[in-house]
């Protein structure tokens, strides 16, 4: 567990410690100041995963690492995550060293949406649907008539 926003200062300081450390990173868009930003923050704010050789292992300089709060606790015991969640985990990171969580907008038909570029930037329509992994089809009224348009699903945001 990591004091806000200081997930990688732990975590550096934890490789640095020679401890096995993962910390799961999103890309995500945000509009921040007016604007759609790419972001990369932590999947989990606050939390890290540390792998430890024994349960016996000493633990204490872990709780006094800069920017770790303490280890999570249930009770007397620390849970175990198991390695096939951190393995898929760490398998969906891309180049970047993190998982892109940018496709994976959750809109569902005739939910409204705005167009945030290209030649439609600032048109609002209708979510229709996805074509491929990169597209989707929304309705625009255009010149007093619904038509399906084409576009990156990148390119589209929830109104």
């Not at 096995?20 to 932590?42: A, Q, W």
């Amino acid at each position: 567990y990591c004091k806000p926003r200081q997930e990688s200062r732990a975590h550096m300081h934890l490789l640095n410690q020679d401890y096995h450390s993962f910390l799961p990173l999103v890309r995500t868009r945000r509009r921040i100041r007016g604007r759609d930003r790419t972001c990369v923050e932590p999947m989990f704010p606050r939390y890290l995963f540390i792998q430890l050789a024994d349960y016996r292992e000493d633990w204490g300089p872990i709780r006094s690492t800069r920017g770790v709060v303490g280890l999570v606790r249930l009770g007397e015991e620390v849970p175990v995550v198991p390695d096939e969640l951190i393995s898929e985990l760490s398998l969906r990171h891309d180049d970047g060293g993190a998982i892109d969580l940018t496709a994976y907008q959750t809109l569902k038909q005739n939910d409204p949406v705005e167009v945030t570029a290209g030649p439609f930037a600032g048109y609002q329509g209708l979510y229709h649907a996805k074509t491929g992994e990169q597209r989707a089809v929304i309705l625009l009224e255009i010149l007093n008539r619904q038509q399906k348009v084409q576009i990156a699903a990148q390119d589209i945001k929830r109104a």
